[in-house]
């Protein structure tokens, strides 16, 4: 392993309220899904640590936390993101729908270079309650020449793992300098550090839509 400060790595998701971001970032963390969850009105940080191939990243995972609501989501929030992930809800069409909006907001608070990816959340509830097309979604993604991958934060946490990851070695492999001829030889994590580490000064209140 490198003894070599850890290079930053800021990753974005964002979606409407109620696709369920929290239980993803809470996943990428290692812990449990959290069905009664609840997401805080201030900006908070996830913080983990991968080493790809020999190199280690610290990867500054963020939750929009409650700004989506409102569609306030602020340019510091978004500001040198390397990675941004749209999560839509499978069962919820608008918040599909929408993607276009957050999409042009990223475009416009973002000038630098980025990996983007789709992620369709709740498959567990693929049969039971699916309202967004598949195949929709996916050619969708290839439109935007975007990855997608459809997950459930439930019952498939290491199908997300697997996907922010791939998105990170992507970035890693495009943008920066380092083991541009050895592309995702491996990945592993090797620390996890302070979860939701809050970038306000304060907590204005809470947001029950996870």
């Given at each position: 392993m490198s003894?070599?400060?850890?290079?930053?790595?800021?990753?974005?998701?964002?979606?409407?309220?109620?696709v369920g971001k929290t239980n993803l970032i809470l996943i990428y963390e290692g812990k449990d899904f959290e069905p009664n969850s609840f997401t805080n009105y201030s900006s908070s940080l996830s913080q983990k640590k991968l080493e790809i191939n020999n190199k280690t990243y610290e990867i500054n995972l963020w939750d929009t936390a409650g700004q989506?609501?409102?569609?306030?989501?602020?340019?510091?929030?978004?500001?040198?993101?390397?990675?941004?992930?749209?999560?839509?809800?499978?069962?919820?069409?608008?918040?599909?729908?929408?993607?276009?909006?957050?999409?042009?907001?990223?475009?416009?608070?973002?000038?630098?270079?980025?990996?983007s990816g789709i992620v369709g959340n709740k498959k567990d509830l693929y049969m039971e309650e699916k309202i967004v097309n598949e195949k929709l979604a996916i050619d969708y993604a290839k439109s935007k020449n975007y990855k997608y991958k459809l997950c459930s934060a439930k019952t498939e946490p290491n199908v997300f793992i697997g996907f922010i990851n791939e998105l990170?070695?992507?970035?890693?492999?495009?943008?920066?300098?380092?083991?541009?001829?050895?592309?995702?030889?491996?990945?592993?994590i090797t620390k996890e550090s302070s979860n939701n580490a809050s970038k306000s000064k304060k907590s204005q209140g809470r947001c029950d839509c996870i």
């Open positions: 003894t070599e400060e850890a290079e930053e790595i800021k990753v974005v998701l964002l979606g409407n309220c109620g989506e609501r409102f569609k306030t989501i602020t340019k510091s929030l978004l500001n040198g993101a390397n990675v941004v992930i749209y999560v839509y809800s499978i069962i919820d069409q608008n918040s599909f729908d929408d993607l276009d909006y957050w999409i042009q907001t990223v475009k416009e608070k973002i000038s630098g270079n980025y990996i990170i070695s992507d970035y890693i492999d495009q943008f920066t300098d380092i083991n541009k001829r050895e592309r995702k030889n491996s990945i592993k």
